[in-house]
């Protein structure tokens, strides 16, 4: 694995956070704000409360929120340095992932240089103008929410290595490729699944059970388990046994969902787990339940694994933090929240359960999906 080339994308791990952004649309405010049974606002405020006084938040919005947006901030029990930024009259927030609309690029010292996203996106342009950063046209529409970035690769779902993510034109599958490693000079990897695979499984703790050489592109037919890489890894920023750790989700069924389904789920994700070793990754394991939603009573997975990590310890802080979707306050998940930082806290974090994500479970999006970060300064971290 490599390191990237500067410019670069800022990664999802690595130094302390200083700068983050939300988008959060118009109905987020008038479609039932008042209510409290579902309401996406309850997991974004309570994300705000728990970032450190020393991160700067930028909300984006539409201009007619600006009056709903102050008053709802003005209820709100927040550290963090917040500022409401709100797009020109033409301009619309269509929906909360942030994370999808544009990619960060940063230089060595870690301060933000450019925007990529599709010409004329209003969100990145109104943050760009805002921090004085160039922009850039993207070649090709890649979700953020399909790709993890480590301190030394990049690791993108299969879907969109070929050519099938959302909005793109399609491509040849090395055209495709081509211009997803052109955002940045990191290595490249796949997330995905050989159908061959399905009911085999991974080695413990991570290690390989091939002996051939490390490879970055699996070879033979592959698909991606679900649409976006971060519903169920997560990058840690650290190594085991010389290999980047990754954390895989592993689901369980809960609250009367189809055993079948679950069990379908994980067989891809297993097998996922497979080539991720296979390419050179160390793996842990996290649970996550399979649960019918608040609103929709549809049975869909809670995204733990959809975090927001730093590497390094905050002054006054013993460990550094991760921030990480909980669902217990409204379902009958507490055991699912408990496991979930157990995990993180044995693999060194001092983590930090942001409830209220239930809100938001059937838009199959949470905490990572909801944010992007602008600036974080460059670290490295040592092995575990």
Not at 354 to 360: Q, T
Request: proline share 7%; aromatic share 6%.
């Amino acid at each position: 694995m490599t390191a990237a080339r500067f410019p670069s994308l800022v990664p999802d791990c690595g130094g302390l956070i200083h700068t983050i952004a939300f988008a959060l649309p118009t109905a987020f405010f008038t479609d039932g704000s008042d209510r409290e049974d579902v309401s996406p606002l309850i997991p974004l405020g309570n994300l705000l409360s728990a970032l450190p006084r020393e991160i700067i938040a930028v909300i984006v919005i539409d201009r007619a929120c600006i009056p709903s947006a102050r008053h709802w901030l003005g209820g709100l029990a927040i550290t963090c340095v917040t500022e409401l930024l709100a797009l020109d009259a033409n301009g619309n927030i269509a929906h909360p992932w942030i994370q999808d609309v544009f990619h960060v690029r940063a230089g060595s010292d870690g301060a933000t240089t450019e925007l990529v996203s599709a010409r004329g996106n209003p969100c990145a342009d109104a943050l760009a103008n805002r921090f004085g950063l160039a922009t850039a046209a993207a070649d090709i529409l890649l979700d953020g929410g399909n790709q993890l970035v480590g301190l030394d690769f990049r690791l993108v779902g299969h879907s969109s290595l070929q050519g099938g993510g959302t909005g793109g034109r399609p491509a040849g599958h090395l055209q495709q490729r081509q211009r997803i490693q052109a955002l940045d000079g990191r290595t490249l990897y796949s997330f995905g699944y050989r159908p061959e695979d399905l009911g085999a499984s991974a080695a413990p703790a991570g290690l390989s059970p091939v002996k051939s050489p490390p490879s970055t592109m699996p070879g033979g037919k592959m698909h991606q388990c679900g649409f976006h890489v971060d519903q169920f890894v997560s990058v840690t920023g650290l190594r085991r046994d010389d290999r980047p750790l990754l954390l895989v989700a592993d689901p369980m069924t809960h609250g009367g969902c189809s055993a079948r389904a679950v069990s379908d789920l994980k067989q891809k994700l297993d097998a996922s787990v497979l080539s991720l070793i296979r390419q050179g990754f160390a793996i842990a394991r996290n649970p996550i339940p399979v649960s019918p939603a608040i609103d929709s009573n549809k049975c869909i997975p809670r995204l733990y694994n959809n975090v927001i990590l730093e590497n390094v310890a905050r002054p006054g802080q013993i460990q550094p933090f991760v921030w990480l979707p909980h669902f217990g306050d409204r379902e009958t998940l507490e055991w699912f929240d408990e496991e979930n930082r157990k995990i993180w806290k044995g693999l060194g974090f001092d983590s930090i359960g942001v409830a209220g994500w239930s809100h938001l479970a059937s838009r199959n999006g949470a905490l990572r999906c909801a944010t992007k970060v602008m600036r974080r300064a460059p670290a490295s971290v040592p092995p575990l």
